[in-house]
């Protein structure tokens, strides 16, 4: 187990930087994990801390020491890939084997560390298939079986379960937890999957073309989001963010008029907004209800989708082009063009000024407590 830091590290492959100035200081024993679009520098970052990419400035320590010019070996680091690489023609329990016998590590040890890792995974049935006998669910714990045998300082994990289908990944997803449970091992993992990430994580780190654009753990990252791209891109389904005009403010309440001229009022240090700015704000689907008791805008329906639990409602805001959309609890159902108020919870409304940056917002206790 090990602290893992990130001191400013850039990675240039040409002109062009994948990654600058990221700034991470990962905790014994933390879950990190690593969001963002395509392509903002997510498996840089990784393969750089692997040391399977030479960093090309700024400083990496493992376990404060520096680790810049250590080989990939000498790192104490394992890493799974998404594509999980193993060796096809190997058995499983030579799979398990390799990595330590490479090492010369003498046999009754090697054959302990097979036993520990395919009990821990629940593939001692398993060990001696081909991969090619395996399911895609049994092939990645073979991948994660291969890093625990190296007992690592850290694991480094890169979408390890985007091959799987839905069903499949809950169950790893779960059996991730455990794992981390069980191991207590720092643990650094990219993902897609917003649920992985909210359920994973100690802290979530969000990427946005090669920047560090915010660290917190996953309720922080819901509640407290430092900007509209944080805001747009943790949640599922995304934040709506609509565009609003600033009536007033003071320190703790910001009345801000809709493109549909409802004001509505959000629970906010307002004291950095200035009247008639332009600024936007943002309502989660889940937040948003369709029977309001209080404040409330205007809407056409567009859509309704049936989830079954649920009802994702897709409606037009007048003078806005995309669809507001809206999650209602259980069956829902309007006609398209039917017309809808839509009521907010002013402490559940986020504002940002008219330079994207997130205004700080009051929380009710019951989500203080949380942040
Ligand atoms: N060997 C390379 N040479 C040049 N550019 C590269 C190289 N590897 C990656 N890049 C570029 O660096 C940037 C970051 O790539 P990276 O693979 O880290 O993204 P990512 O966040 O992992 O994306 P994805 O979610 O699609 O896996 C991209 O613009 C990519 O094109
Ligand atoms: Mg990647």
Known sequence: ??????????????ENYAVKGVNIDIQDGEFIVLVGPSGCGKTTTLRMIAGLEEISEGELAIDGAPAN??????????????????YPHMSVRENLAFGLRLQKVPADKIEAAVKNASEILHIEHLLDRKPKALSGGQRQRVAIGRAITRTPKVFLFD??????????????????????????????YVTHDQIEAMTLADRIVVFSEGKVEQIGTPLQLYHQPNNLFVAGFIGSPKMNLVPVVIESADAHTAHVRMSDDSVVQIACDGTSLVSGDAATIGF???????????????????LCEQMGDS?????????????????????FRAEKNQALRIGIVPNLTYLFD??????????????????
Request: glycine fraction near 4%; hydrophobic fraction near 45%; charged fraction near 20%.
């Open 1 to 14: 187990m090990a602290t893992v830091q990130l001191k400013n590290i850039g990675k240039k492959y040409t």
């Open 69 to 86: 010019d250590l080989s990939p070996a000498e790192r104490g680091i394992a890493m799974v890939f998404q594509s999980y690489a193993l």
């Open 159 to 188: 979408e390890p379960l985007s091959n799987l289908d839905a069903a499949l990944r809950v169950q790893m997803r779960i059996e991730f937890a455990r794992l981390h449970q069980d191991l207590q091992a720092t643990m650094i």
């Open 284 to 302: 989660r689907p889940e937040h948003l209800n369709v029977q309001p008791a209080g404040q409330s805008f205007g809407v056409n329906v567009t």
């Open 311 to 331: 009802t994702m409602v897709y409606a037009q805001l007048k003078g806005f082009d995309k669809p507001v959309v809206i999650r209602v609890t259980d069956v």
């Open 354 to 371: 008219k330079n994207g940056m997130a205004v700080p917002r009051h929380l009710s206790d019951v989500h203080a407590q949380y942040v």
